[in-house]
């Protein structure tokens, strides 16, 4: 494929030069020669290669040969730089935070001083250079004796992490301290606590209130630490049915019923991480105020309805008996009725993960007398664990559950009670939990405003419009994910191509002419706003609508794809009902 070349002909232009200028110095000096700089591959693609070559001499000392390797090393530099990327992020972020960050070896001398270190430590000339690879106990004399040797060899010696805080006299500054060791050092924080110790003295916070502050924070950091593990285990939950199910699927004598019950759990499984997902993603939307109602006027009746529907199969499965209480006449509310019905079911399936085999589960509804702005009181009622006294008063904080045991009987990620309250509060309403304590049941009341009159009747829904076979690209960097989507919209009737990078992107639209190109954003070679211009910009494909699949899902990422010439942004996974209206609307 390469026959005719000449040897220039895979040199990078712009390299060749200083490549020449290289091996002339390593001849005329009669040393080996070694460089590394891209060669042009028979299919256009540039590759670095690490060349070495040696002169071969006859007995006059004349150059008789050149014997050489190439090495494609385009791989290894593009780790180095993901390595490099990465460890100046690591020391990006150790730069920022407000701590000072010294590391030791085991030999006790300084490998490493942050610039926040510097600067606290500047009043007696240490620099981030000038106490590198000195004996820490010989540039720091204080600290021999003191608390600080003490913890820091136990440290070392137990490998154990220690925290402290301490007086340090030659700065006349109380710090915190922590220490971790490893196998090759110690790496240590200090925060300048001065501040809070005199704040403390100043104010004479009593004995009571200092201990309400600690209890705040261990719980705090407990919090925090429990819910990491419940949201490591909680994600690896699902891992080990989808891995059986796709092992039952991959069998070639598996029975038609148990390749059902495959699919089945697959289909679960994934709902179940996606549900997991979606509720922390508005949690923090929520917080952030940029989560936005889709408000219209619905039935109170209908979201009920709709959330006790899909409480009931799990009241079923324990034996439970789940009561609903509608109010008579019809009550409607200018609501996201999607976000209400997610309220609900959430605290009927809490009332059904907390109550026992066999107990009682109510939800009443009614409007409430004398009250002006109108408004509907809803009651979530069962008789099962109940909620202690203690735990009652934060039982909408972030990351609390009732039941914190190992065995994670009861699952989730201590989120779903500050989602429905915030919710609650997004449609103007409030929520209440009463609760005799543990044994007791509980229940929830929740209040939300309501119309005053019925709205006007909708209009009758359109005709549904028929499947129409389309032309669709589509383009992703994960192959399993490309593949498996052409595959379901050619059993739909679609003719379907797929790519995998954005150039093959660019390529295949040519060719194919596709009417759809479903793109990922995150692509090798050429990213998906690049590849949605150059689209754009190809007469022949002007026309072509363009939707975006990705992870992304802010506003900023919205508008991005817009100015690049996206039509449709589908967030990942994406929703096939909407890919299906969007291929059924479409003009042909």
């Known amino acids: 494929q390469m026959d005719g070349w000449g040897w220039q002909s895979v040199h990078d232009v712009a390299e060749l030069p200083r490549v020449l200028a290289s091996w002339r110095a390593a001849l ?16 256009g693609e540039y590759r670095w290669f690490l060349s070495r070559m040696n002169v071969i001499r006859d007995g006059a ?29 690591a020391t990006g972020i150790i730069q920022s935070i407000a701590d000072g960050f010294i590391t030791l070896d085991l030999d006790w001398r300084v490998t490493f001083l942050s610039a926040r270190g510097a600067e606290i430590l500047a009043p007696l000339q240490k620099t981030t250079t000038n106490v590198l690879g000195k004996v820490f106990w010989e540039e720091f004399p204080a600290t021999v004796g003191m608390v600080i040797e003490e913890s820091y060899r136990r440290a070392m010696r137990e490998q154990v992490t220690v925290r402290f805080e301490t007086y340090y006299p030659p700065l006349d500054r109380w710090f915190e301290i922590r220490a971790y060791p490893s196998p090759i050092g110690l790496t240590t924080y200090f925060l300048d606590t001065t501040g809070r110790q005199q704040a403390a003295e100043a104010l004479r916070l009593s004995e009571q209130a200092l201990a309400e502050q600690a209890d705040a924070l261990r719980l705090a950091d407990r919090s925090k630490d429990e819910f990491l593990a419940m949201l490591a285990h909680e994600l690896r939950n699902p891992l080990a049915p989808l891995r059986n199910a796709t092992e039952i699927l991959q069998t070639a004598d ?7 019950q495959a699919q089945r759990i697959l289909g679960r499984q994934i709902e179940n991480m996606s549900r997991m997902i979606d509720d922390l993603l508005d949690v923090s939307r929520i917080t952030e105020g940029k989560i936005e109602l889709r408000r219209q006027p619905v039935a109170l009746e209908e979201i009920l309805t709709a959330a006790a529907s899909l409480a009931r199969s799990g009241c079923a499965a324990r034996r439970q008996e789940l009561e609903v209480s509608l109010p008579s006449e019809p009550i409607y509310l200018h609501a996201d009725a999607t976000r209400l019905e997610q309220v609900f079911t959430n605290l009927l399936g809490n009332a059904c993960k907390y109550s026992g ?7 009443h509804a009614q409007r409430a007398s004398g009250v002006e702005p109108p408004e509907v009181i809803v009651a979530v009622r069962d008789d099962g664990a109940g909620i202690d006294s203690e735990l009652l008063p934060r039982i909408f904080d972030l990351f609390v559950q009732a039941s914190r045991t190992l065995d994670r009987a009861h699952g989730g990620l201590g989120i779903g009670l500050t989602l429905v309250k915030r919710l609650v509060h997004l449609h103007g ?14 229940e929830f009341i929740v209040r939300l405003p309501i119309l005053r009159e019925a709205p006007p009747p909708p209009a009758p829904p359109p005709s549904a419009a028929r499947e129409t076979p389309r032309r669709i690209l589509i383009v992703d960097d994960n192959t399993d994910s490309a593949r498996s989507l052409a595959l379901l919209q050619k059993r739909r009737g679609h003719e379907t191509r797929t790519a995998f990078t954005g150039p093959e992107a660019v390529a295949a639209a040519a060719e194919f002419q596709p009417e759809f190109v479903l793109l990922d954003i995150g692509l090798p070679g050429m990213d998906g706003f690049e590849v949605a211009r150059q689209l754009r910009a190809t007469p022949a494909l002007s026309g072509a609508f363009l939707i975006a699949m990705t992870g992304y899902a802010s506003a900023e990422d919205r508008e991005q794809a817009k100015l690049a010439g996206f039509d449709e942004y589908l967030v990942k996974p994406i929703d096939l009902d909407r890919l299906r209206d969007l291929l059924r609307a479409r003009p042909r």
């Open 28 to 43: 005329a000096a009669e040393q080996p020669w070694e460089d590394t700089f891209p060669l042009r591959r028979h299919d």
């Open 61 to 89: 000392g004349n150059v008789a040969h050149f014997f050489g390797t190439n090495t494609d090393v385009t791989e290894q530099r593009a780790l180095a730089e993901r390595l490099r990327v990465s460890e100046a992020r």
């Open 254 to 260: 598996a029975s038609a019923d148990e390749r059902a």
């Open 357 to 363: 085999d066999g107990s009682h589960i109510a939800l």
């Open 429 to 442: 309403g409030s929520i209440e939990a009463h609760s005799e304590g543990h044994g007791h049941g509980c």
